[in-house]
């Protein structure tokens, strides 16, 4: 038998023991032993539920029981869970985890401290929610050199912007709607402002490089400013737009952002829409691939922390996790990166055309019918460096977005 404890009965914990209740027995034949929880930490009691029997409210029940083998930490926040986790690693107990916070910023130290006691911190549902990633990343495509890792990593901010483009509705309108069912906080300030987006590829940029990436040193834009006009225009172009998380290799650099993007038809990201998630990974050698899945919710984070929670109990005694050093690895500033980008402004092109291009170079204008007093243009490839000097010329201009590809 192979006892675990569950810190944390909210909407992943609860979910973590559904898992286990409804698939238990093909669970079991895949440990090839019985995975059996001993405790729930919560700080509430829930009388008529049938978990209430193993509910504790003392952690050191917890960390201080031989027979726990296994902790599920499912918190959320940086604290308490960062002293609760750590302190069940040095008691020599694996951990697996969905908390982003917590492995943004302290993955390599509690990585560390896993590998020196010959166990295993997992954290697959830190990411991508139900979509396997990090265990790719971990297993499948360790003889590849990642190049670069693009992708749509909020259910909240996609289904908003999937409902713009395709409704027509304006974003105030669309986050009351994501609030209503559910798929954004009343505080959507995590999702809509891409600090959820940002701790997640913080993570996967640390998982590739070998090296602690902060999320607080990536460059991070979200979709508050992305209007139903932007839209339009993205039509208009045969493109949409999409809230990208991006990590690419630059010789001995990481460039990793997260921002709004204009994508065309051909971008494999370009139909994934509504709160499905999907991460692009190019490896030197593999090549392209695509995983694709409900990047949120319940029972799909549940999902990829109880295969957590397997992959642990199948190697009760030896450490089978990738690790990052501690070390930071030094970000490509944002000004030396170069793409193309699409750029909305006052006035008429045959006016402002010439003055234009004697900045940004050629330009590409798209005119829409329905917006008489502006027009938008798509410049060349150049340095968001460059393009900031450019525009301090046009106080004019009303709004810009990136264009990959």
Not at 8 to 27: A, F, H, M, Q
Not at 80 to 106: D, I, Q
Not at 230 to 247: F, H, N, P, Q, V
Not at 261 to 286: M, Q, R, S, T
Request: glycine share 8%; with cysteine.
């Amino acid at each position: 038998m192979v006892n675990i404890a569950v810190l944390g009965y909210g909407t992943v914990g609860s979910g973590v023991i559904e898992v286990l209740n409804v698939n238990g027995e093909r669970i079991n034949q895949r440990v090839g032993d019985e995975i059996y929880v001993k405790y729930v930490l919560d700080l509430k009691d829930f009388p008529g539920d049938p978990i209430q029997e193993k509910i504790v409210h003392d952690f050191n029940l917890i960390v201080n029981d031989p027979e726990i083998q296994i902790v599920v930490e499912v918190m959320g926040g940086v604290e308490p869970a960062y002293t609760f986790v750590k302190r069940c690693l040095e008691a020599g107990k694996s951990v697996a985890t969905s908390n982003k916070a917590l492995v943004a910023k302290h993955g390599a130290e509690l990585l560390s401290i896993a590998r020196e006691r010959n166990i295993n911190f997992l954290f697959e549902a830190s990411v991508g929610g139900g979509i396997p990633i990090i265990r790719p990343l971990n297993s499948s495509m360790t003889a590849d050199e990642i190049e670069e890792i693009t992708g749509i990593l909020n259910g909240t901010t996609n289904y908003m912007l999937s409902k713009m483009f395709y409704e027509g509705a304006d974003y105030d309108e669309v986050l009351k709607e994501a609030q209503e069912k559910g798929y954004a906080e009343r505080n959507p300030e995590a999702d809509v402002e891409g600090y959820d987006a940002c701790r997640k590829i913080a993570i996967l940029s640390s998982l590739i490089s070998g090296h602690q990436v902060d999320f607080e040193d990536i460059y991070t834009e979200g979709i508050t400013e992305i209007s139903k006009q932007d839209m339009m225009y993205a039509k208009a172009m045969g493109m949409t737009i999409k809230l990208l998380a991006s990590s690419r290799r630059d010789a001995d650099h990481i460039h990793a952002i997260v921002a709004p993007y204009l994508l065309g038809k051909e971008h494999p990201l370009y139909n994934v829409n509504d709160v499905f998630n999907a991460i692009f990974v190019h490896g030197n050698v593999l090549g392209d691939a695509m995983f694709y899945g409900s990047g949120a919710g319940k029972l799909p984070t549940a999902s990829a922390v109880v295969a957590d929670i397997v992959d642990e109990a199948k190697h009760l005694n030896r450490n089978i996790m990738t690790m990052w050093k501690d070390e930071k690895i030094e970000l490509q500033p944002i000004a030396d990166t170069s793409k193309r980008f699409f750029v909305r402004i006052k006035g008429q092109p045959e006016a402002l055309k010439a003055h234009l291009e004697s900045k940004f170079g050629p330009v590409e204008v798209v005119q829409l019918e329905e917006l008489k007093d502006e027009f938008g243009f798509l410049t060349q490839v150049m340095t968001e460096g460059t393009f900031d000097e450019c525009v301090k010329e046009f106080p004019s201009i009303l709004h810009r977005i990136r264009v990959e590809g």
